[in-house]
């Protein structure tokens, strides 16, 4: 089943960020755009990886208005262990969500119950809490945060700009394509 166009159930859940816990919920997230970056495990060998990428492309998400929130099911507190201990860990600034409870990674269908871990799940959520692009990776192959950051612009610019449609590759200011009424329904 399709997750586009979900919205996002309510959720309250512990978060890390600059060095402070604090309370994210969904009010949190509506009126802006959000990513949520779910990963497997705090510790672990690639998710750093991600993590680091995305920190690198913070300021370009923060300029289009969205939020970044890194979610697995770790506590609050092993965030924060792991801040603390890794050198690119340490560099994250945006908000890691705690879901020990597993709501969220249930909510966003991403949940491995037999291991209690998410899946690699990327979702881009609008500023109505409704989910508007997603994928998910196998455990074995990491993100590309410049990827997820150009989809989110497409997503925002056809948010924006209703009668248009953004192609292959599309960067922000290139060429869009405008469908003729009779093809709309083939998209």
Known sequence: MSMINKEVSDFTVQAY???E???VSKKDILGKWSIFFFYPADFTFICPTELEDLQNEYSEFQKANCEIYAVSTDSHFVHKAWHDSS?????I??????DPTHALSRDFQVLIEADGMAERGSFIVNPQGKIVVYEVN???VGRNAKELLRRLQ???FVAEHGDEVCPAKW???AETLKPSLDLVGML
């Open 87 to 91: 050198e690119r860990i340490g560099k």
């Open 154 to 156: 497409a997503s925002q």
């Open 93 to 98: 600034t945006y908000p890691m969500l705690a």
């Open 171 to 173: 960067q922000p200011g």
């Open 138 to 140: 196998a455990g074995n």
């Open 17 to 19: 960020q600059n060095n």
């Open 21 to 23: 816990f604090k309370t």
